[in-house]
Protein backbone atom coordinates (compact mmCIF):
# COMPACT_ATOMS: atom_id res chain seq x y z
CA UNK A 1 0.00 0.00 0.00
CA UNK A 2 3.06 2.33 0.90
CA UNK A 3 4.70 1.75 -1.94
CA UNK A 4 1.87 2.49 -4.64
CA UNK A 5 1.12 5.43 -2.52
CA UNK A 6 4.74 6.54 -2.92
CA UNK A 7 4.80 5.45 -6.64
CA UNK A 8 1.43 7.67 -7.31
CA UNK A 9 3.16 10.19 -5.76
CA UNK A 10 6.01 10.51 -7.86
CA UNK A 11 3.53 10.24 -10.47
CA UNK A 12 2.08 13.14 -9.77
CA UNK A 13 5.09 15.03 -9.15
CA UNK A 14 6.54 14.32 -12.73
CA UNK A 15 3.35 14.89 -14.52
CA UNK A 16 3.47 18.50 -12.28
CA UNK A 17 6.63 19.29 -13.48
CA UNK A 18 6.11 18.00 -17.17
CA UNK A 19 3.25 20.56 -17.21
CA UNK A 20 5.02 22.82 -15.45
CA UNK A 21 7.86 22.84 -17.59
CA UNK A 22 5.09 23.10 -20.92
CA UNK A 23 4.11 26.37 -18.82
CA UNK A 24 7.47 27.72 -18.97
CA UNK A 25 8.89 26.90 -22.02
CA UNK A 26 7.42 28.34 -24.80
CA UNK A 27 6.16 26.35 -27.89
CA UNK A 28 7.09 26.88 -31.50
CA UNK A 29 3.29 26.69 -32.13
CA UNK A 30 3.02 29.75 -29.71
CA UNK A 31 5.76 31.76 -30.74
CA UNK A 32 5.83 34.77 -31.67
CA UNK A 33 3.10 36.71 -29.56
CA UNK A 34 4.58 39.91 -29.43
CA UNK A 35 7.29 41.88 -31.16
CA UNK A 36 10.81 40.32 -31.41
CA UNK A 37 13.39 42.73 -31.87
CA UNK A 38 16.98 42.40 -33.90
CA UNK A 39 19.62 43.72 -32.44
CA UNK A 40 22.32 45.09 -35.03
CA UNK A 41 25.71 45.59 -33.57
CA UNK A 42 26.78 48.89 -35.67
CA UNK A 43 25.38 52.07 -36.54
CA UNK A 44 21.68 52.34 -38.48
CA UNK A 45 22.22 52.93 -42.50
CA UNK A 46 25.24 50.24 -42.08
CA UNK A 47 25.15 47.27 -44.79
CA UNK A 48 24.14 45.17 -41.92
CA UNK A 49 21.19 47.68 -40.47
CA UNK A 50 19.86 47.55 -43.85
CA UNK A 51 20.36 43.52 -44.24
CA UNK A 52 18.34 43.13 -40.92
CA UNK A 53 15.65 45.85 -41.73
CA UNK A 54 14.85 44.03 -45.24
CA UNK A 55 14.86 40.60 -43.28
CA UNK A 56 12.71 41.54 -40.41
CA UNK A 57 10.30 43.00 -42.82
CA UNK A 58 9.73 39.54 -44.74
CA UNK A 59 9.21 37.77 -41.21
CA UNK A 60 7.29 40.15 -39.66
CA UNK A 61 4.59 39.19 -43.01
CA UNK A 62 6.03 35.36 -42.50
CA UNK A 63 5.38 35.65 -38.46
CA UNK A 64 2.47 37.25 -38.01
CA UNK A 65 4.44 39.79 -35.35
CA UNK A 66 6.38 42.62 -35.91
CA UNK A 67 10.47 41.96 -36.04
CA UNK A 68 11.74 45.46 -34.53
CA UNK A 69 15.22 46.48 -35.73
CA UNK A 70 17.36 48.16 -32.87
CA UNK A 71 21.24 49.47 -33.88
CA UNK A 72 23.84 49.65 -30.89
CA UNK A 73 26.90 50.10 -31.87
CA UNK A 74 30.22 50.20 -30.54
CA UNK A 75 33.48 47.97 -29.77
CA UNK A 76 33.45 46.37 -33.00
CA UNK A 77 30.05 44.95 -32.52
CA UNK A 78 30.87 43.79 -29.03
CA UNK A 79 28.25 46.35 -27.11
CA UNK A 80 25.42 44.82 -29.26
CA UNK A 81 26.23 41.26 -29.30
CA UNK A 82 26.78 41.25 -25.51
CA UNK A 83 23.52 42.62 -24.64
CA UNK A 84 22.01 40.03 -26.56
CA UNK A 85 23.76 37.59 -25.00
CA UNK A 86 22.37 38.37 -21.72
CA UNK A 87 18.87 38.70 -22.86
CA UNK A 88 16.18 36.09 -21.82
CA UNK A 89 16.75 33.14 -24.42
CA UNK A 90 12.68 33.53 -25.22
CA UNK A 91 13.47 34.06 -28.86
CA UNK A 92 11.89 37.78 -28.78
CA UNK A 93 15.73 38.85 -28.79
CA UNK A 94 18.09 37.99 -31.62
CA UNK A 95 21.64 39.51 -32.82
CA UNK A 96 22.18 40.13 -36.62
CA UNK A 97 25.77 38.55 -36.12
CA UNK A 98 28.45 38.21 -38.48
CA UNK A 99 32.52 38.10 -38.15
CA UNK A 100 33.04 40.34 -35.71
CA UNK A 101 30.73 39.37 -33.20
CA UNK A 102 30.75 35.36 -33.58
CA UNK A 103 34.62 34.70 -34.65
CA UNK A 104 36.82 37.27 -34.74
CA UNK A 105 36.15 39.46 -31.52
CA UNK A 106 37.82 36.42 -29.45
CA UNK A 107 41.25 36.88 -30.70
CA UNK A 108 41.20 40.48 -30.72
CA UNK A 109 39.52 41.28 -27.18
CA UNK A 110 40.96 40.76 -24.18
CA UNK A 111 38.22 41.37 -22.11
CA UNK A 112 35.20 40.50 -23.80
CA UNK A 113 32.02 41.39 -22.28
CA UNK A 114 30.23 37.99 -23.70
CA UNK A 115 31.35 34.78 -24.93
CA UNK A 116 31.35 34.31 -29.34
CA UNK A 117 30.40 30.57 -28.99
CA UNK A 118 27.46 30.78 -26.39
CA UNK A 119 24.91 31.89 -29.15
CA UNK A 120 22.27 29.85 -30.30
CA UNK A 121 22.41 29.84 -34.46
CA UNK A 122 19.66 30.25 -36.01
CA UNK A 123 20.32 30.85 -40.24
CA UNK A 124 23.20 32.58 -42.39
CA UNK A 125 21.65 35.49 -43.91
CA UNK A 126 23.49 36.57 -46.95
CA UNK A 127 26.85 37.99 -47.63
CA UNK A 128 28.50 41.07 -49.41
CA UNK A 129 31.74 41.86 -50.59
CA UNK A 130 33.83 44.79 -49.71
CA UNK A 131 35.22 46.96 -52.02
CA UNK A 132 38.09 49.25 -51.73
CA UNK A 133 37.58 53.16 -51.92
CA UNK A 134 39.90 56.02 -52.97
CA UNK A 135 40.04 59.65 -52.63
CA UNK A 136 39.78 60.32 -56.12
CA UNK A 137 42.57 63.40 -54.77
CA UNK A 138 44.99 60.80 -53.89
CA UNK A 139 48.16 60.46 -56.56
CA UNK A 140 47.08 56.84 -57.90
CA UNK A 141 43.90 55.70 -59.74
CA UNK A 142 44.30 51.93 -59.49
CA UNK A 143 45.13 49.47 -56.99
CA UNK A 144 48.93 48.72 -58.32
CA UNK A 145 49.73 52.24 -58.40
CA UNK A 146 48.48 52.43 -54.89
CA UNK A 147 50.80 49.99 -54.03
CA UNK A 148 53.46 51.17 -55.88
CA UNK A 149 53.06 54.65 -53.81
CA UNK A 150 52.38 52.65 -50.64
CA UNK A 151 56.18 50.98 -51.15
CA UNK A 152 57.59 54.38 -51.99
CA UNK A 153 55.93 56.00 -48.97
CA UNK A 154 55.78 53.73 -46.09
CA UNK A 155 53.23 55.04 -43.59
CA UNK A 156 51.94 57.48 -45.10
CA UNK A 157 48.25 56.01 -46.79
CA UNK A 158 45.81 55.19 -44.60
CA UNK A 159 42.66 53.00 -44.81
CA UNK A 160 39.50 53.21 -43.07
CA UNK A 161 37.37 50.44 -41.73
CA UNK A 162 33.77 50.52 -39.82
CA UNK A 163 35.26 48.85 -36.79
CA UNK A 164 39.09 47.04 -35.19
CA UNK A 165 38.25 43.22 -35.80
CA UNK A 166 35.89 43.74 -38.43
CA UNK A 167 35.88 42.62 -41.69
CA UNK A 168 36.63 45.95 -43.45
CA UNK A 169 39.76 46.05 -40.50
CA UNK A 170 40.64 42.24 -41.57
CA UNK A 171 40.44 43.09 -45.27
CA UNK A 172 42.91 45.95 -44.73
CA UNK A 173 45.40 43.88 -42.57
CA UNK A 174 45.18 41.01 -45.50
CA UNK A 175 46.05 43.52 -47.93
CA UNK A 176 49.27 44.93 -46.22
CA UNK A 177 50.03 40.99 -46.07
CA UNK A 178 50.02 39.72 -49.22
CA UNK A 179 51.09 42.92 -50.89
CA UNK A 180 53.62 43.97 -48.47
CA UNK A 181 53.04 47.74 -47.62
CA UNK A 182 52.57 49.76 -44.91
CA UNK A 183 49.26 51.93 -44.33
CA UNK A 184 47.70 52.80 -40.94
CA UNK A 185 44.43 51.71 -39.97
CA UNK A 186 41.66 54.03 -38.72
CA UNK A 187 38.67 52.47 -37.37
CA UNK A 188 35.32 53.91 -37.16
CA UNK A 189 31.91 52.98 -36.09
CA UNK A 190 30.30 52.56 -39.38
CA UNK A 191 30.01 54.13 -43.04
CA UNK A 192 28.54 57.15 -41.65
CA UNK A 193 31.43 57.53 -40.26
CA UNK A 194 34.48 56.50 -42.73
CA UNK A 195 32.71 57.88 -46.02
CA UNK A 196 32.62 61.41 -44.88
CA UNK A 197 36.09 61.06 -43.25
CA UNK A 198 37.35 59.78 -46.64
CA UNK A 199 35.36 62.34 -49.05
CA UNK A 200 37.09 65.06 -46.55
CA UNK A 201 40.44 63.62 -47.03
CA UNK A 202 41.00 62.84 -43.54
CA UNK A 203 42.07 59.14 -44.76
CA UNK A 204 43.49 57.58 -48.08
CA UNK A 205 41.08 54.85 -48.65
CA UNK A 206 38.23 52.49 -47.10
CA UNK A 207 37.46 48.88 -47.20
CA UNK A 208 33.20 49.25 -47.22
CA UNK A 209 30.83 46.97 -48.04
CA UNK A 210 29.48 47.21 -51.69
CA UNK A 211 26.37 48.43 -50.90
CA UNK A 212 26.94 51.65 -49.08
CA UNK A 213 30.47 52.18 -51.23
CA UNK A 214 29.08 51.30 -54.70
CA UNK A 215 26.65 54.45 -54.79
CA UNK A 216 29.66 56.37 -54.26
CA UNK A 217 31.51 55.15 -57.05
CA UNK A 218 28.55 55.21 -59.69
CA UNK A 219 28.27 58.80 -58.23
CA UNK A 220 32.43 59.42 -59.55
CA UNK A 221 32.74 60.72 -55.77
CA UNK A 222 34.86 57.96 -55.00
CA UNK A 223 37.49 55.40 -56.73
CA UNK A 224 36.77 51.80 -56.47
CA UNK A 225 40.53 50.11 -56.66
CA UNK A 226 39.44 46.43 -56.30
CA UNK A 227 36.42 43.74 -54.59
CA UNK A 228 37.59 41.63 -52.01
CA UNK A 229 35.75 38.61 -52.80
CA UNK A 230 37.34 36.25 -55.05
CA UNK A 231 34.65 36.58 -57.96
CA UNK A 232 33.13 40.05 -59.48
CA UNK A 233 30.26 41.15 -58.32
CA UNK A 234 27.05 41.43 -61.08
CA UNK A 235 26.35 44.59 -60.01
CA UNK A 236 29.44 46.10 -60.31
CA UNK A 237 31.46 43.59 -63.15
CA UNK A 238 33.45 46.42 -64.29
CA UNK A 239 35.17 46.39 -61.27
CA UNK A 240 37.92 43.61 -61.17
CA UNK A 241 39.26 41.75 -58.01
CA UNK A 242 41.84 42.34 -55.50
CA UNK A 243 43.02 38.57 -56.16
CA UNK A 244 42.62 39.22 -60.11
CA UNK A 245 45.06 42.04 -60.12
CA UNK A 246 48.56 40.35 -58.88
CA UNK A 247 47.30 38.90 -54.90
CA UNK A 248 45.80 35.51 -55.91
CA UNK A 249 43.65 33.59 -53.05
CA UNK A 250 42.79 36.78 -51.60
CA UNK A 251 39.15 36.65 -50.53
CA UNK A 252 37.18 37.82 -47.51
CA UNK A 253 33.95 39.08 -47.40
CA UNK A 254 31.61 40.14 -44.88
CA UNK A 255 28.93 37.43 -43.95
CA UNK A 256 25.41 38.08 -41.88
CA UNK A 257 23.76 35.78 -39.33
CA UNK A 258 20.89 35.52 -37.32
CA UNK A 259 21.94 34.35 -33.76
CA UNK A 260 19.72 34.21 -30.10
CA UNK A 261 20.87 33.55 -26.76
CA UNK A 262 22.24 30.49 -25.53
CA UNK A 263 18.97 28.54 -24.26
CA UNK A 264 16.45 29.66 -26.57
CA UNK A 265 14.62 26.68 -26.90
CA UNK A 266 15.48 24.46 -30.03
CA UNK A 267 11.79 24.35 -31.32
CA UNK A 268 11.72 28.27 -31.77
CA UNK A 269 14.89 27.85 -33.48
CA UNK A 270 13.72 25.86 -35.35
CA UNK A 271 10.56 27.21 -36.70
CA UNK A 272 12.52 30.26 -37.11
CA UNK A 273 15.42 28.93 -39.01
CA UNK A 274 12.49 27.85 -41.42
CA UNK A 275 10.80 31.03 -41.87
CA UNK A 276 14.03 32.63 -42.39
CA UNK A 277 14.87 30.31 -45.66
CA UNK A 278 11.49 31.02 -46.82
CA UNK A 279 11.76 34.33 -47.13
CA UNK A 280 15.15 34.31 -48.61
CA UNK A 281 13.52 32.17 -51.39
CA UNK A 282 11.06 34.86 -52.31
CA UNK A 283 12.20 36.48 -55.54
CA UNK A 284 11.10 39.86 -54.08
CA UNK A 285 13.33 40.10 -51.19
CA UNK A 286 16.12 38.17 -53.60
CA UNK A 287 15.67 41.36 -55.38
CA UNK A 288 15.86 43.68 -53.04
CA UNK A 289 19.21 41.92 -51.51
CA UNK A 290 20.63 41.71 -54.44
CA UNK A 291 19.80 45.46 -55.21
CA UNK A 292 22.04 46.41 -52.31
CA UNK A 293 24.92 44.14 -53.25
CA UNK A 294 24.13 40.94 -51.05
CA UNK A 295 23.59 37.48 -51.71
CA UNK A 296 21.12 35.70 -50.30
CA UNK A 297 22.18 32.77 -48.10
CA UNK A 298 19.92 30.50 -45.38
CA UNK A 299 20.53 27.00 -45.17
CA UNK A 300 19.87 24.46 -42.21
CA UNK A 301 21.27 25.49 -38.42
CA UNK A 302 24.21 22.56 -38.47
CA UNK A 303 25.24 24.14 -42.30
CA UNK A 304 25.54 27.49 -40.15
CA UNK A 305 27.35 25.61 -37.76
CA UNK A 306 29.70 24.37 -40.02
CA UNK A 307 30.65 27.36 -41.55
CA UNK A 308 31.26 29.48 -38.14
CA UNK A 309 33.86 26.25 -37.31
CA UNK A 310 35.66 26.59 -40.13
CA UNK A 311 36.16 30.64 -40.18
CA UNK A 312 37.65 30.46 -36.95
CA UNK A 313 40.84 29.01 -37.45
CA UNK A 314 41.03 30.68 -41.28
CA UNK A 315 40.60 33.91 -39.08
CA UNK A 316 42.76 33.07 -36.15
CA UNK A 317 45.45 32.20 -38.94
CA UNK A 318 45.08 35.87 -40.53
CA UNK A 319 45.47 37.67 -37.16
CA UNK A 320 48.87 35.61 -36.66
CA UNK A 321 50.14 36.32 -39.75
CA UNK A 322 49.27 40.46 -39.46
CA UNK A 323 50.68 40.16 -35.85
CA UNK A 324 47.18 41.69 -34.56
CA UNK A 325 47.86 41.49 -30.47
CA UNK A 326 44.53 41.19 -28.54
CA UNK A 327 43.54 44.61 -27.03
Same mark, same amino acid.
Given at each position: ?68 ? +? ?172 ? +? ?83
Amino acid at each position: MQFRLIRALGAAATLFAAQAGAQTAPAATDWPQHPVRIVVPFQAGSATDLISRQLGAALSTELGQPFVV +EARPGAAAAIGSASVARSTPDGYTLLMGGPAAIVTNRFLQKRLAYDPDAFALVSMVAYTPNILLANPQQPFKTLPEMVAYARANPGKLTYASFGTGTTSHMAGEMLKSVAGIDILHVPYKGAGEAIPALLSGQVSMYFDTIMTGLPQVKSGALLALGMSNSQRSALAADIPTIA +EQGYPGYDIAPWYGLVAPEGTPAPVLDKLNRAVNKVLADPVLRGKLAEAGAEPRGGSREEFAAFIKAEIPRTKQLIDQAGITPQ
